[in-house]
């Protein structure tokens, strides 16, 4: 194999996997909700604790003490800074933002459209902060990314309200968070930090969901719902968190962000396989669109490894 492929095949499976398992998160979140009525922040914070305890503990018995310690530049405080702020930006922000805009009356395709204008956001500061340069065929791609999206889930008349500005203010979050990760170096694995963050993300959830009161008897949750509470946990959280990490390593900030538009056609997709929702003439045009938006991208990325 040709060297100079093996990191991008590296990081264009990382990815792809990773837009997988955060689509899965959708309709599968949306089972548990929905159907058995399991209260959205308490459910996510068992979620993420308890995915954030199994790659930790995961990594103490099999590397010991130190490799599960954070750290940055050698300092434990700044590793313990890091993975927090990581944690309460990616985890508990973005969840949290999501969560108020729907609960202010917008709908969750329109949360998911706002969300995933993350890579535009991202590449803007990207320009600025991380020495990525903005140019016409990035903007060309996130274009037909953004547009691309809009298409598969639909906009309505949610766009304009307050639950949109929280859902923006989630994106920013998202954006801001991947700009750290990128500028703050962690001394140790993306698993390990993939595992910090889920779990200070979750406990900042869990937080919430007390002062909200909620409360929830697992008997309430049925076979397939299990199964879903289980696949949130492993594929949807330790997947696509520890492969989002890794990716952001291996590819950029700006081309890793820019696959997350496949991750509102992925759920789309497993939402028709499993809560039978309708397939649309906008799903197929807009999934072309994505994919043309990620040729682009994947254009831009080969020059830039070539070179």
Not at 90 to 97: D, E, R
Not at 241 to 265: D, E, H, R, T
């Amino acid at each position: 194999m040709n060297f100079k492929k093996s990191p991008k095949l590296s990081f264009l499976i990382s990815i792809i996997l990773t837009t997988v398992f955060m689509g899965s998160s959708f309709p599968t979140g949306k089972y548990l909700i929905s159907l058995n009525h399991a209260p959205p922040f308490l459910i996510g914070s068992w979620r993420f604790i308890i995915a954030g305890i199994l790659m930790l503990l995961f990594t103490l018995l099999t590397k010991g003490i130190s490799e599960v310690t954070p750290r940055s530049n050698g300092r434990l405080t700044s590793g313990f800074h890091l993975v927090a702020i990581i944690g309460l930006l990616q985890t508990t922000g973005t969840m949290v933002f999501l969560n108020l805009a729907m609960a202010k009356g917008l709908s969750s395709s329109m949360s998911s459209i706002i969300l995933f204008t993350n890579p535009l956001w991202l590449a803007i500061l990207a320009h600025f902060l991380l020495n990525d340069k903005f140019n016409r065929w990035k903007f060309l791609s996130l274009l037909l990314g953004i547009i691309g999206v809009i298409l598969c889930l639909g906009l309505d008349k949610t766009a304009f309200s307050v639950g949109a500005l929280f859902a923006l203010i989630g994106s920013f979050c998202w954006s801001i968070n991947t700009v750290i990760t990128k500028r703050v170096p962690f001394d140790q694995s993306s698993w390990v930090f993939t595992g910090w963050q889920l779990f200070i993300g979750g406990m900042g959830m869990f937080i919430i969901s007390m002062f909200l009161h909620e409360n929830y008897n697992l008997s309430q949750i049925d076979t397939i719902g299990w199964f879903c509470f289980i696949w949130l946990i492993l594929p949807a959280s330790i997947g696509s968190f520890g492969l989002w990490f890794y990716s952001l390593k291996q590819g950029g900030a700006n081309n890793a962000s820019s696959f997350l538009f496949l991750v509102p056609l992925f759920s789309t997709i497993f939402s028709m396989i499993g809560l039978h929702d309708h397939f649309t003439v906008g799903l197929l045009i807009g999934g072309i669109l994505i994919i043309l938006s990620l040729t682009l991208v994947n254009k831009s990325m080969s020059e830039k490894m070539m070179s």
